[in-house]
């Protein structure tokens, strides 16, 4: 050790006595740093999500500190032609500015975008990962509860923000929500009110207080949310997946540092990395192309972000039912597609649970997790249960269809409304096959050990220890004989 790394470490040494001399902490950095994570691919979709939900937060700021939440009507004077001289609203005007004028704006509101878009996908996917492998299973059916709220939060937030610019594909979402909320049973007409401050398209407070929502309430909430799930798996500690040496009470994987710090830090900047690569080289909401909102312009073929459209298609499937009594309307249509289906898919999800629990009687702690063909049951209702949302996805997407392909929109109508019922069904028995199948035979051609053991003898030459195992390699593969053994640490 050099005097400069002896001189580092001392002093490094002293500060790290003096904090512990008044905080105490070093028995807790210590249970940190060695706290221990799953090895499996899987568990990483979560660490996207929370990478992503960094990036928003840093881009976001960002663009608050240009944008305008006003609907005062300005005429457009900036550097982009084919508007000059419209009529907008500041909010949209500043926007523009912001994607022409502020030095790396369309980078950042592009990126902005991209990670909204990531975050919310990879909570989906790790919800279905959750499911399917049975980890919302007690001790953790909390933590599932809140990354279920976490989802809901997600596209709220996702859409609250694009609605700030006020371009006329924001403006026509928000005349669809507006119609969605009036038709709430019984409070639709107060509850709209409440929100956009009279009739649509509502008054001059609606703008800021959707910038605050957006920007303070529900970030805050989310990484509240975020924070409070990161603790409570620290606490219980992960679940994992069968195989050598993992029991429930234990976890087999990399401790914190410096493996897992390392290789978590490098998926962050690489999630970084990719999202500034989406914003600076792929065009993301040209917001430009749309031009302002009026409310007597509308545009065919307009699309939402993804999440969004398994509500459109709601709206577009729903037959033309309504609730009259006594000549007045009850329940107008576009609650059943716009507000009941959701709330009925996230009721399932919150219930499912205890809908288990209900019909198992399996009330044991889980640290285990299963893979899907173990529970065949299970796997297929879920698996039918996601066609049928992925069926309403694809009718958001009838429009684009019959301007692209020049597909009959009323027919694709009417075929969808058919296959909402056959197609889930049909993927639950295949599904239920499958499972049945996998578990007879014990193939699993998704895992197994794909290596070799090589040794390198003092004469230069490279020698094979084991190969690639048979045919008959178990469900589960172990590495062959002379890998280095996976580090374990006991839950405590």
């Not at 992503?52 to 976001?60: D, K, R």
């Not at 909204?116 to 933590?143: C, E, M, Q």
């Not at 990395?273 to 600076?280: A, M, N, T, W, Y």
């Not at 209702?381 to 309403?392: C, M, P, R, T, Y």
Request: with cysteine; proline share 7%; aromatic share 12%.
């Amino acid at each position: 050790m050099n005097p400069i790394e002896r001189y580092v470490h001392r002093r490094f040494a002293r500060v790290s006595r003096s904090a512990e001399q008044r905080v105490g902490l070093a028995a807790g950095v210590r249970w940190a740093l060695r706290y221990v994570f799953p090895d499996h691919w899987s568990f990483l979709l979560g660490e996207i999500a929370l990478y992503s939900f960094i990036v928003l937060v840093a881009t976001g700021i960002y663009l608050t500190l240009f944008y305008i939440p006003s609907d005062s009507q300005v005429i457009y004077h900036g550097p982009y032609a084919l508007l000059q001289g419209e009529q907008m609203s500041e909010a949209y005007r500043s926007v523009l500015n912001i994607s022409f004028t502020v030095p790396a704006g369309l980078l950042f509101r592009q990126v902005h975008h991209w990670a909204a878009d990531v975050f919310i996908a990879s909570i989906v996917l790790h919800l279905i990962r959750i499911f399917f492998t049975g980890a919302y299973r007690k001790p953790r059916d909390l933590n599932y509860f809140i990354g279920l709220t976490m989802l809901m939060l997600a596209i709220l937030e996702g859409f609250a923000g694009y609605s700030l610019v006020d371009d006329l594909l924001s403006g026509m979402g928000l005349a669809i929500a507006y119609g969605v909320a009036v038709a709430i049973p019984g409070i639709g007409g107060q509850f709209a009110t409440l929100i956009w401050g009279g009739p649509f398209p509502g008054n001059s407070t609606f703008w800021p207080r959707l910038e605050i929502v957006h920007v303070l309430l529900i970030p805050v909430t989310l990484a509240v949310l975020i924070t409070l799930h990161l603790v409570m798996i620290m606490r219980q500690h992960h679940s994992q997946f069968p195989g050598p040496g993992r029991r429930e009470r234990n976890v087999v994987g990399t401790p914190t540092w410096p493996a897992y710090a390392l290789r978590s830090i490098g998926l962050m900047l690489a999630v970084a990395g990719v999202l500034f690569l989406l914003g600076g080289l792929i065009q993301i909401n040209p917001i430009w192309q749309w031009g302002p909102y009026h409310p007597y312009l509308s545009e065919n073929g307009a699309q939402p972000d993804w999440y969004i459209g398994w509500l459109i298609g709601a709206l577009r499937l729903m037959p033309n039912w309504e609730l009259v009594i006594s000549g007045r309307t009850v329940i107008p249509n576009p609650f059943w597609g716009g507000a009941a289906f959701p709330l009925f898919v996230f009721a399932i999800m919150f219930a499912w649970p205890a809908i288990e629990r209900r019909f198992t009687g399996d009330v044991r702690r889980h640290d285990l997790l299963e893979r899907p063909r173990d529970r065949p049951i299970r796997t297929a209702i879920g698996a039918g249960f996601l066609s049928w949302v992925v069926i309403v996805f694809a009718v958001g997407s009838t429009d684009r269809i019959f301007y692209r392909l020049g597909v009959s929109y009323t027919l694709q109508i009417h075929v969808w409304r058919v296959g909402i019922w056959i197609i889930p069904i049909v993927v639950f028995f295949v599904t239920l096959s499958a499972c049945r199948a996998l578990q007879r035979t014990g193939a699993h051609p998704l895992r197994a050990w794909q290596g070799q053991v090589i040794q390198r003898t003092g004469d230069g030459r490279v020698e094979v220890l084991a190969g690639s195992p048979d045919r008959d390699t178990p469900p589960i593969s172990e590495p062959p004989v002379g890998t280095a053994p996976a580090e374990e640490a006991r839950s405590r």
